[in-house]
């Protein structure tokens, strides 16, 4: 029973894709949002995406394992972005991290950051690894066997990331019946399921493709922020299961977010729609509106599968 | 009506002294406490101490116009007591500061602040002034007519400094009746309460200490974090109103206050009773008390007078 339950949990946590709001407001910390954060949960590996201030707080009321987090994503270096890091870096040490903590950022953060860390941590008992890319171009900042992410310029005041996590297509699923009629042995099921043909005792060739069900394709997230209406990045999307986009104002402000590089909740929508993705979630809100249900209205209009993001939502692909 | 309320309102705000709790925990912050933070408004003025993450996001929600903040006093170089500076000035410049914001600081820190100044802030609408001062001297680090702050010296693992907030004594209250008596004409008036005597047409001399009643003493508070047991600051704070005092560990901890250069709720009581306090502010608190009334309880055995602090606590003198 306890074999059955642990299995069925560990089986359910290597599906697992899924989103945590931490912080979604602009600009400042305000009594309704926390400034931008959050933590993407791929089949029990976490990742950090930005880190504004107070991102710490937020993640000790929420459920996420949050001593797992080996990886922070840092789209750009606007204050309300990565002011949390010294925190969360200082932290992670008092609570006895012993492993490398790998910062993605923009390369510019280094030269600051780099001297942060010299003058508050003299002693901090795990190593911090900064992984700089250039904003600047679509790069791939992190790749494993069965993900990657890859960053790809946005449109902002300061040079400025999203970030495509990208599930990697598992090996197709064994067809268990198919493979007891043809007598495929145990200890060749791997090869088949990662593509190989099968020849029968009398030489008959059993193809892949008979033996197997293919395995669902890969599931993504977009993050998209902070940017103006940004359609170039769409290719890099195309098909994304699920996409948070920065949604600073309504389209009635427009005009403030053309002035500041930010996107309306109607130009969110239109890239979702052009780009094919599955649902939207709209964030990195104003403080000037204190009913945000005009954005998602708004939204909803042109793209319907359209949400609000909320502190400590969870959003599951 | 209006102008009664008005001059009620303004001459109670003129006697005000008080401190507001904006964070009280140790070392991260936690979903129970802030990190350490708090302001003290005397008559109107408002000055913060401590600014660790997660300040702004507490400022916000208290109801300190934190707007007529001009000066951030720091105590000591650790995290959790100056990581929130960045994003505060972030803040005030959106919020349209423009005028100087005063940032009293261990000098050491401006190594870093400049340098984080220079690449988070290109176009600040308003100057901040960094007055560095060494911690380990007793020196006043705010001076105007009606009050000052001095710094002194505490024991912690780094440099550190407690703050003595000491309001000047204002002029005697001029006794009108008697003033009326002996003929003291009005454009007289200042003069005498400031200690002058007044001679009457026929030469008599009539002593200030006849035309006067004398002002109440200046009040006090000392801010006294993080330290250990520190007995050589007392002469300092003797007297002082309110003390607020390090009150990191239980006695039953002592070893560890020690070995981290803390207080435990015990030297905090002690600390007050032999500075002859008026009432003493327990904060700082270990995360490993879920019940802080083991702390209070251990203080008020020796001074009686001591309350927890919490956030969004205000104690007036």
Sequence with gaps: ??????????????EKFSITILGCGSATPSPKHYTSSQVVDIRGKLFMVDCGEGTQIQLRRSRVAFARINHIFIS???????????????????????APLYIHAPEQLW????????????????????????????????DDRSLSVTAFPL?????????????????????REAADFYGVPQW???RIKEGGDFITADGTLIPHSR???PAEPGRSYAYCCDTIYNPSMIPVIKGVNLMYHDCTYSIQDAERAQKHFHSTAADAART??????????LGHFSARYPDESVLLNEAQQIFPSTILAKENLTVTI
């Excluded at 979702?272 to 599955?278: F, I, S």
Aim: charge should be negative; hydrophobic fraction near 40%.
């Design 155 to 175: 449109r902002h005041r300061v040079p400025c990331a999203g970030f495509l996590f990208q599930e990697k297509t598992t090996a197709d699923h064994l067809d």
């Design 1 to 14: 029973m306890c074999a059955a339950l642990f299995l069925y949990l560990w089986s359910h946590n290597m």
């Design 76 to 98: 750009h270096l606007h204050g309300d972005h990565c002011f949390g890091l010294l925190g969360m870096i200082s932290t992670f040490g008092l609570l006895g991290r012993t």
């Design 211 to 213: 033996l197997t069900v």
């Design 188 to 190: 060749d099921y791997n």
């Design 272 to 281: 979702a729609l052009d780009a094919g993705a599955g649902q939207l979630i």
């Design 111 to 142: 030269s600051i950051l780099e001297k942060e860390l010299d003058f508050y941590y003299h002693d901090l008992e795990y190593q911090v690894e900064f992984m700089g890319f250039d904003p600047g171009k679509t790069t791939v900042v992190y």
